[in-house]
């Protein structure tokens, strides 16, 4: 092998990792957008809750979370735009999201709909999924970070257990904080780096 195409092949590999990298960093849109959005539902829910409007709490849920999925939409598709080929990280985070989302829904709406179980165990089940989703995040990233959080997510869904179904929910808005938009401010100053 010539020095030329040494340097040309370490080149290459190098422009990767960094086009990885950014691609990576780019996910921090994602974790904003979810953060915000599941946070807002907590709200609306516990608003909604003080003023005995039970009936409204699943119609906040579709309202927040069918806004979120529509933003999602224009988000994905400016990105295919901008950058063309997805990498296989940003490949399987789609998957897994989309997956968990389908999860969400089936858990949050769907069953409690069929009284399979009570509504205050969804956010058991919530935290639960959120933890698989996190950990797998971290595991494909390779950060630690998000695998410390859906660690974090295991067990507050143990001690939610434990806790009056009127201030579950409230758990949810620390736990968002740390484990959604740390990491989207984190990733975001990543991915302003590699501009």
């Known amino acids: 092998m010539s020095n030329i195409t040494a340097k040309e092949n370490l080149q290459f ?8 990298k950014k691609n990576t960093a780019s996910q921090w849109k994602y974790f904003f957008l979810w953060g915000i959005a599941v946070i807002l539902g907590v709200v609306g829910m516990n608003i909604l809750a003080f003023f005995k409007a039970y009936e409204y709490i ?3 849920w579709i309202t927040i979370m069918g ?11 400016e990105e295919i735009k901008n950058t063309g080929v997805k990498t296989f990280a940003q490949n399987a985070i ?14 949050g709406f769907v069953f409690p709909l069929l009284k399979l179980y009570s509504y205050g165990i969804i956010p058991i089940l919530i935290a639960v999924i959120t933890g ?11 950060w630690n970070y998000l695998k410390w959080s859906g660690l974090l997510w295991f067990l507050s869904s143990v001690i939610m257990v434990l ?7 409230l758990f949810f808005i620390p736990l968002i904080i740390q484990s959604y938009l740390i990491p989207a401010h984190i990733l975001r100053k990543n991915y ?4």
Do not use: P
């Open 13 to 20: 590999i190098k422009e990767m990792i960094e086009n990885t």
């Open 58 to 60: 699943g119609i906040n």
């Open 192 to 195: 302003l780096n590699h501009d």
């Open 132 to 142: 698989i989703l996190l950990f797998s995040f971290g595991g494909i990233l390779e």
């Open 67 to 77: 806004l979120a999925v529509f933003i999602q939409f224009f988000i994905v598709r």
């Open 94 to 107: 789609g998957y897994l999201s989309f997956s968990a989302g389908i999860g969400y829904m089936l858990l």
């Open 163 to 169: 806790v009056h179904w009127h201030f579950i929910s």
